[in-house]
Every structure is written in structure tokens, then in C-alpha cells.
């Protein structure tokens, strides 16, 4: 059994994706302390919550979260995702600079909060997009964007008038702008996929 824990800032209900990961048959713990995060063979950031009271509870037992974490597979959903960069305009804390770069409002010429299915355009390989095709609807719930500082990491984007990167990685930190939870049978196989890499 895949052993997983979910971080729970206290934000909201993180029941769909902890039944979610369940149904894949890995067992699922909720923490709410960084330094119980050891031990682990992933690692879920929940997509619930704002990103400064988010940063916050990472940063408030005086544990540095990229050591606790070392190359543990990590999942960021949503503000999960969002937490990977540097700063963000939701926020004054600085993000957790996994990845360069900062996330931005949507215009607002458009419809915010984004909430909806919205197709994938598929950049590159990825190891949680195995089986998935290009063109596959995933569900979004947010108002913010991540811009990165290079393309690199950019495994996937969706069209919303504007790009927004929808899956990104770097090193052992995967993160997707929507929520594989809800995404039906195309979220399911990510999160199936990302849960043998845990194994590895």
C-alpha cells in the first residue's frame, strides 16, 4: 500500500480527494504539522484556502518544508500549485520557490472565479499524464494563474482566452492548476499515476 499524506492548512474540505486517493487504494493521512510529514511515500498539497494563511501554516513550526520533503514526490492541486512559486498576487508571503516565477490574477475581462471543464493541451511527456490524451477535460475552480519565468516546467496548458498553465513539474514537485479529484476518470488516472511514482 501506497502510504500518502494529505497537508491540511484547516482551509476547507480536503474529503474528495482523500476518498479520491482511497479509491487507488493508498492509504491516506491528514497532517496539519510540517515535521509529521516524514515517512511518507507522497506528498498531497490540497487546492483549498488562500495563499497566505497557506504559506503560513507551512512556515509556522520553524520547519523548513523542502528538507522535511527532501525528493519525496510532492502534488500540489490548485493553491497547492500555486504555493511552488515565488510570491503571488493572492498574498504578501513569499511562495515557496520550488519553481520560478509568480502567479497572477486572471484578467478581468473574463469570468472569475474560472470554474469548469476545460480541455488540456498536452506541451510534453509527462509521468502523470501516462495513458491521458491530449484534448482531455479536467474541472478548474480558480482566480489565479501561474507565470512562470521559463517554459520549461510547463507540461500542460488550457485555454481560457488567456494560457494557463495547467500541469507543471520540477524535479519530484508536480502540481495542476485543476482538480484531479473532481476531473472524473482523466483526474483518476493522474492521480493513479502519480501514486506509482510514490512507489518508486
Known amino acids: 500500500?501506497?502510504?500518502?499524506?494529505?497537508?491540511?492548512?484547516?482551509?476547507?474540505?480536503?474529503?474528495?480527494?482523500?476518498n479520491a486517493l482511497e479509491k487507488q487504494n493508498a492509504t491516506v493521512e491528514v497532517q496539519t504539522k510540517v515535521d509529521m510529514l516524514?515517512?511518507?511515500?507522497?506528498?498531497?498539497?490540497?487546492g483549498v484556502g488562500n495563499f497566505d494563511p497557506a504559506i503560513q501554516s507551512i512556515n509556522r513550526d520553524s520547519v523548513?518544508?523542502?528538507?522535511?520533503?527532501?525528493?519525496?514526490?510532492?502534488?500540489?492541486?490548485?493553491?497547492?500549485?500555486?504555493?511552488?512559486?515565488?510570491?503571488?498576487?493572492?498574498?504578501?508571503?513569499?511562495?515557496?520557490?520550488i519553481i520560478n516565477g509568480d502567479v497572477i490574477v486572471l484578467p478581468d475581462t473574463l469570468k472569475v472565479p474560472h470554474m469548469g471543464w476545460n480541455a488540456l493541451e498536452i506541451k510534453k511527456e509527462n509521468k502523470i499524464l501516462e495513458g491521458v490524451e491530449n484534448g482531455s477535460w479536467v474541472y478548474f475552480v480558480h482566480s489565479y494563474r501561474a507565470n512562470p519565468t521559463t517554459q520549461d516546467v510547463i507540461v500542460a496548458e488550457s485555454d481560457y482566452d488567456v494560457k494557463v498553465p495547467a500541469i507543471v513539474q520540477k524535479d519530484n514537485y508536480f502540481g495542476t492548476q485543476f482538480h484531479p479529484e473532481k476531473s472524473g476518470d482523466v483526474g483518476a488516472l493522474m492521480l493513479k499515476n502519480f501514486l506509482r511514482e510514490c512507489k518508486k
Open 1 to 18: 500500500m501506497t502510504k500518502i499524506a494529505i497537508f491540511d492548512y484547516g482551509a476547507g474540505n480536503i474529503f474528495s480527494l482523500k
Open 38 to 46: 516524514k515517512g511518507y511515500d507522497g506528498i498531497f498539497l490540497p
Open 64 to 97: 523548513d518544508f523542502l528538507d522535511i520533503v527532501g525528493d519525496t514526490p510532492v502534488f500540489g492541486i490548485c493553491l497547492g500549485m500555486e504555493m511552488f512559486f515565488d510570491k503571488s498576487q493572492e498574498g504578501k508571503e513569499e511562495g515557496l520557490g
